[in-house]
């Protein structure tokens, strides 16, 4: 009985984590194939699974968009770790160690793409406003490439700091529409794409490039819009999934306090870990429908 117990607990959970994982997995593919149109990294390999994602390559380009140090992160989340496992093993021994870390990593790896996601979206957020300064400012007279270090002086700081290396580099002789293109791909932004593509267009066939940045700025607003629209819509399935994953943990937090024999029953009874995965199972693969639910994919 134990035993089916424990098969069907680590079976919930890891059903739970592998659809958590793959929500989405083909509009991103979609994406990263339109990507492979302008850069080799959209042929990056990729996989659901957190574990097999952590590689240099991918948690470097989340630290830069973030702005955070990997020498000094890293050793801080390994210790975490670290302790973790010991108080683990401490507790309720090896197997429970090995499952409460391999947890904990996967946790730090997808509370990293939560991170670098939101950042992800405030720098496509903050774009609009960089182009429209850019706009004015050639239209003012200026050329590209003293008009977008200007623009850069008026940017937001979070903007300032993500294409300060663009400056950088063109300070150092690059054309900007080649450091454009490198920090795209270092930022795995389509929009940086795109201003590239253009900024090299207008370089070499001429045209009226004030229009065609006052369209790409009208664009990409409209995004911006558009996803703000999406996030109200879909508020209340949110916050469905934010009261799924808080409830639990505040129930169990009252019971402890109320009666701490109760809660030491997962850690000291033979059923007590079979039944606590089944309901960090269960309560894995309700997020994942709920989440599903509130998702548009265009």
């Known amino acids: 009985m134990n035993g089916a117990l424990a098969v069907a607990g680590l079976m919930a959970l890891a059903g739970g984590l592998i659809l958590w994982r793959t929500a989405g997995l083909a509009g991103r593919r979609r ?34 968009m973030l702005g955070w140090n990997a020498p000094r992160v890293l050793p801080g989340a390994a210790g975490g770790l670290a302790l973790l496992f010991g108080l683990v093993l401490v507790l309720a021994g090896l197997l ?16 990293l793409d939560i991170l670098a996601a939101r950042a992800r979206t405030r720098f496509a957020d903050g774009l609009p406003l960089v182009v429209d300064r850019l706009r004015q400012l050639i239209t003012a007279g200026n050329g590209t490439t003293l008009a977008f270090d200007k623009a850069l002086r008026t940017c937001p700081p979070h903007m300032a700091r993500l294409l300060a290396p663009v400056a950088a580099a063109v300070a150092h002789g690059m054309p900007l529409s080649e450091a454009l ?37 009208a664009v990409l607003a409209n995004r911006v819009r558009s ?11 949110r916050m469905t999934t934010f009261i799924l994953l808080s409830l639990p943990v505040v129930a169990a937090g009252g019971i402890f306090l109320a009666s701490p024999g109760y809660i030491a029953f997962f850690a000291t009874a033979p059923q007590g870990l079979p039944a606590l995965l089944y309901v960090a199972g269960s309560i894995a693969t309700g997020v994942v429908l709920v989440s599903r639910l509130s998702r548009i994919e265009y």
């Open 31 to 64: 994406v990263r194939h339109r990507l492979a149109a302008f850069t080799d990294a959209g042929h990056a390999p990729h996989s659901p699974f957190p574990l097999a994602r952590l590689h240099v390559a991918a948690l470097d380009r989340r630290f830069e």
């Open 227 to 237: 996803r703000r629209e999406i996030r109200a819509l879909t508020s209340e399935l």
């Open 181 to 217: 293109h490198q920090r795209a791909v270092r930022l795995a932004s389509p929009d940086l794409f795109l201003l590239a593509a253009m900024v090299r267009t207008s370089t070499q066939f001429g045209g009226d490039f004030s229009a065609a940045l006052a369209h790409f700025e």
């Open 96 to 111: 429970p160690a090995a499952l409460a870390t391999t947890l904990g990593v996967a946790g730090m790896v997808k509370g």
